[in-house]
T-cell receptor
Framework: DAGVIQSPRHEVTEMGQEVTLRCKPI?????LFWYRQTMMRGLELLIY????????DSGMPEDRFSAKMPNASFSTLKIQPSEPRDSAVYFC??????????FGQGTRLTVV | GQQLNQSPQSMFIQEGEDVSMNCTSS?????WLWYKQDPGEGPVLLIA?????ELTSNGRLTAQFGITRKDSFLNISASIPSDVGIYFC????????????FGTGTLLAVQP
C-alpha cells in the first residue's frame, strides 16, 4: 500500500485566495483525520471522519475552513478565503478502529 | 486545543546514550501511542499501548502505559544518529471517540 497520499506537497498562495488540500487515505481504513502543525501550537486536530461522516469538527478554526469526504478514498480541506495566519503544515491521517493513525507527508501551506 | 504535557522539550545526547521521555495529563486515557517525525515528513507510529501497566518494546524502543492511565514514557536505548527527530506521544481520552490528543513533542539530537 502506498500509504496516505496528500497533494500538493507545497502550496504558496496569496491572501484571500481559495486553497484546497487533498487526501487519499489508506484503502480499507474507516477513519480520516485532518491535523494542522505549527511551531506555536504543535499538532492540532481540525476534524475527523468515521465512515465518511464528520464526527468532530470542533478543531476547525472558523467558517473559512471546511472539509468534505465524498467517498471512502478521498477527502478535501478547503480554506476560503486564506489568510497569512493559516500558514502551516497540514496533515491527513487515516486509521482503522484501533486508533493507529497513519500520516501522510503533509502539505506545507504558505499564505503571503 | 487540549494537549498532553510532554518532557523534556529537547535533548542533546551522545551516540550510545540511553534516552527517556514522558507524557503526563490530568485526564485518564484509554490508549497511548508514540510517534516519531523526521524533518519534512509526517509522524510515523513507533509503539501503541492499550492497557494500563502495559510495557511494549520495538527494537531499541520501550514504552509503558502508566498504571494511573494518566502518563506514559518512551525509552530509547543505545541511541544512534538516525534517532534524531521529534517524538510525540498521543492519547485517546477515556470516553472519547476515535480522537487522538498529541503531546507537545520532544526534539532529540544525537551527536555522533
Amino acid at each position: 500500500d502506498a500509504g496516505v497520499i496528500q497533494s500538493p506537497r507545497h502550496e504558496v498562495t496569496e491572501m484571500g485566495q481559495e486553497v484546497t488540500l487533498r487526501c487519499k487515505p489508506i484503502s480499507g481504513h474507516n477513519s480520516l483525520f485532518w491535523y494542522r502543525q505549527t511551531m506555536m501550537r504543535g499538532l492540532e486536530l481540525l476534524i475527523y471522519f468515521n465512515n465518511n461522516v464528520p464526527i468532530d469538527d470542533s478543531g476547525m478554526p472558523e467558517d473559512r475552513f471546511s472539509a468534505k469526504m465524498p467517498n471512502a478514498s478521498f477527502s478535501t480541506l478547503k480554506i476560503q478565503p486564506s489568510e497569512p495566519r493559516d500558514s502551516a503544515v497540514y496533515f491527513c491521517a487515516s486509521s482503522l478502529s484501533d486508533l493507529q493513525a497513519f500520516f501522510g507527508q503533509g502539505t506545507r501551506l504558505t499564505v503571503v | 486545543g487540549q494537549q498532553l504535557n510532554q518532557s523534556p522539550q529537547s535533548m542533546f545526547i551522545q551516540e550510545g546514550e540511553d534516552v527517556s521521555m514522558n507524557c503526563t495529563s490530568s485526564s485518564i486515557f484509554n490508549t497511548w501511542l508514540w510517534y516519531k517525525q523526521d524533518p519534512g515528513e509526517g509522524p510515523v507510529l513507533l509503539i501503541a499501548l492499550y492497557k494500563a501497566g502495559e510495557l511494549t518494546s520495538n527494537g531499541r524502543l520501550t514504552a509503558q502505559f502508566g498504571i494511573t492511565r494518566k502518563d506514559s514514557f518512551l525509552n530509547i536505548s543505545a541511541s544512534i544518529p538516525s534517532d534524531v527527530g521529534i517524538y510525540f506521544c498521543a492519547g485517546q481520552l477515556r470516553g472519547a471517540t476515535n480522537k487522538l490528543i498529541f503531546g507537545t513533542g520532544t526534539l532529540l539530537a544525537v551527536q555522533p
